[in-house]
Nanobody, 124 residues
Framework: EVQLVESGGGLVQAGGSLRLSCVAS????????IGWFRQAPGKEREGVSC????????YYKDSVKGRFTMFIDNVKNTVYLQMDSLKPEDTAVYYC?????????????????WGQGTQVTVSS
């Protein structure tokens, strides 16, 4: 079965960095796209970044472009989200998910399998 396990969240000061990990099992990255989403208190879940399984193309939400980077270790079947220059508005629960990625606006309903989420808190 498809399983996603996230880690790497924590508390950092503004301007700091975190690297989130998403370990996948039950599938390979040739089978599904991987997306990162986040949900802040009082906000809807929003897409942060995703990578296509068909051509490897990566998409980023405008507000994180240049600060966040997705990369993949195919041997370890792990997807990472490197988060630099963090801002308080990045505070949210972050989720990785497996599904389909077509654009930066691909919604959560295009992803059928989800991790449990990891909390990222950025202090001011």
């Amino acid at each position: 079965e498809v399983q996603l396990v996230e880690s790497g969240g924590g508390l950092v000061q503004a301007g700091g960095s975190l690297r989130l990990s998403c370990v996948a099992s039950g599938f390979t990255f040739a089978d599904y796209a991987i997306g990162w989403f986040r949900q802040a208190p009082g906000k809807e879940r929003e897409g942060v970044s995703c990578v296509s399984n068909t051509d490897g193309r990566r998409y980023y939400k405008d507000s994180v472009k240049g600060r966040f980077t997705m990369f993949i270790d195919n041997v370890k079947n792990t997807v990472y989200l490197q988060m630099d220059s963090l801002k308080p508005e990045d505070t949210a629960v972050y989720y990785c998910a497996a599904g389909t990625c077509y654009s930066a606006s691909t919604g959560a309903d295009s992803f059928g399998s989800w991790g449990q989420g990891t909390q990222v808190t950025v202090s001011s």
